[in-house]
């Protein structure tokens, strides 16, 4: 069973930046899927990022909501999944989450149900 614990998260003013981690219990050099999809009051859970190390370049996708301000990245010498996220807004508050699968299978909306998940941490943005 994979560990998935994040960290990062905050409170900041609108057009501040934050920086997630992620640190898994073993390798993801072995984690082909990673990453992040974000709950906010009320709504539904949604795929903000992921990385595909299973394919040579790794491919990246972002939601249209975040894309030119998050980055998705993985240290496998830390075994460490990070997401910055700039210029952010209202908007973006939400509770974050950590995701990972051993397989290729890496769209966003599939993000939710992954094989291993974290705890989730929170990031509110003021205006």
């Known amino acids: 069973q994979v560990q998935l614990v994040e960290s990062g998260g905050g409170s900041v003013e609108a057009g501040g930046s934050l920086r997630l981690s992620c640190a898994a219990s073993?390798?993801?050099?072995?984690?082909?899927?990673m990453g992040w999809f974000r709950q906010a009051p009320g709504k539904e859970r949604e795929g903000v990022a992921s990385?595909?190390?299973?394919?040579?370049?790794?491919?990246?996708f972002y939601a249209n909501s975040v894309k030119g301000r998050f980055t998705i990245s993985k240290d496998n010498a830390k075994n460490t999944l990070y997401l910055q996220m700039n210029s952010l807004t209202p908007e973006d508050t939400a509770m974050y989450y950590c995701?990972?699968?051993?397989?290729?299978?890496?769209?966003?909306?599939?993000?939710?149900?992954?094989?291993?998940r974290g705890q989730g941490t929170q990031v509110t943005v003021s205006s």
């Open positions: 995701a990972a699968r051993r397989s290729e299978y890496c769209l966003l909306e599939s993000l939710k149900d992954a094989t291993y």
């Open positions: 073993e390798s993801t050099s072995n984690l082909y899927c």
């Open positions: 990385l595909n190390s299973y394919y040579s370049p790794y491919g990246s």
